[in-house]
């Protein structure tokens, strides 16, 4: 069908003041138009974000939300209950240091997005302004950041005649913080992940998320439409919560010999692949090569780390719109192998 | 590499272990080929690559598996450490907890490895000398206390790298063929099919077990 034929389909479907989702799952499995920002308004169709109903979407679109992680901790608060050294599991100041830890994790991982492009370590245009014009106090990696002890060697050289050499060098970073009042993509995908592991205590930030988080807020904080650009933050941390409901199995290593844990996703990828090819399957028994070696990654990311950016947009238009997800995924891998 | 891929006289399995960002996958791949990202991506799973290198006129064929850092993918599968002859247990010479853990990680491989696994404490990273956090004595202080062979590299400018893998493969080595001076392969010598092996314990002196005291 002719690309502006498409347009047109999709734009009538999603014109209709109630959204037939069944109509568009079966266009969008085709592929979504990367115009108009179409692919954002449906993946968030797709993913049970927005309702069907056209008029409700202004309500849930209409955030006044502004989270902010950690802005509530009273850090530097020092009392004779509470107090840095405190061994109290309720103490404030352990909850501090615990998210640290997660934070770490998160800000080595969201430096790692995407390294391919730039798009990440570009300033957005939306920054949260209590954040960034907080003389860097408020910025998430600032919590984590290493500090080193200034030294320097000092000379003396006869009466009165002291030489102080500073040696002050750094290692260049790409993804470097912005100046004050700005904000890189990389540090908004890290408030959201930090956000997401605080409300989901159980499962934490697990690697590999920051692969599932970035195709979602890399459409999202590129949609055409600047009044909808601006909410991106909010509406991927929603989005991508919604996704994470259905695939965060994956993540958990206690759930991994369950119906819904990993294991058995890659039992039904050995299937498949028995079923479409035996002799790949035979060979690979024999080799003892088995899916958690080559399948794991592709599941596990919904194959985001597999193809460059723009193809995995389109895979993913696919799968959003796969009536039993995540049933494509394991012929995509399948064929992937054949 | 001269040697043709299937053509190897051992096949040793060497697994990478340590915090995550300390440079895991990048030794992987200038060690196998010859390529250092300075922006790669978290690795999730497992990866491998295979490299030959001779060793007293041997090939050795040195299959190398990484694996992510984080708690999540280490016990992915037993089949991570089934079979490892050896581990190369890296931290970053710039991050000090990632040296700080790998007390950890050697836990971890008592718990999951073979017993006789052959590991070697890499301090990676040593272009960064700038932003040294672990000096290089005390870490070789560590390892010899610990019974680790040491090597500090740098995936980046690839100092060191070939002679991490290097070393650890020839200790392997003399290892293994050692082992087979000592235990002949099955097959070699006619042993009667009714004789056990007899296990000989040290005698354990009843007089040296310590005493509680003062309960």
Redesign the interface.
Known sequence: MAYRARLKEFQDILQEDFVQLIKLKKLAFNGIPDDQGLRALCWKLLLGYLPPERESWQDVLNHDLVVMPGSEETNGDCTLLDHPLSINPDSQWQTYFKDNEVLL?ID??VR?LC??ISFFQQPTDYPCSQIVNSNDVKRLHTRVQ?S?LKCANVERKGLGITKIAL?L???QE?YQPMTEGQEAHWEVVERILFLYAKLNPGQGY???M??IIGPIYYTFARDQDAAYREYAEADCFFCFTNLMSEIRDF???TL?STDCGINNMMVRLTNQLRESDFDIWLHFQQLEL?P??YG??WI??LLS?EFPLPDVLRIWDTLFSDENRFNFLIYICCAMIM | MSTRDDEYDYLFKVVLIGD??VGKSNLLSRFTRNEF??????T???E?ATRSIQVDGKTIKAQIWDT??????R???A?YYRGAVGALLVYDIA?HLTYENVERWLRELRDHADQNIVIMLVGNKSD?R??R?VLTDEAKAFAERNGLSFIETSALDSTNVDNAFQNILTEIYRIVSQKQIRDPPEGDTIRPQNVEPIDVKPTVNSDSVRKQCCQ
């Not at chain 2, 992510?68 to 993918?73: D, I, V």
Request: charge should be positive.
């Open positions: 994790q080595k991982d790692r390294p391919d290493r080193v040696v060098k750094k290692a790409d697990v690697q590999g920051n692969e993540f958990i290593k991994d088995r958690e070696y794991f990654r596990t990311l780390q | 995550s960002g990202n300075l922006e790669s991506k978290s999730i799973g497992v491998f992510a850092g984080q708690e999540r993918y016990a992915i599968t089949a991050k960064l700038h932003l956090a």
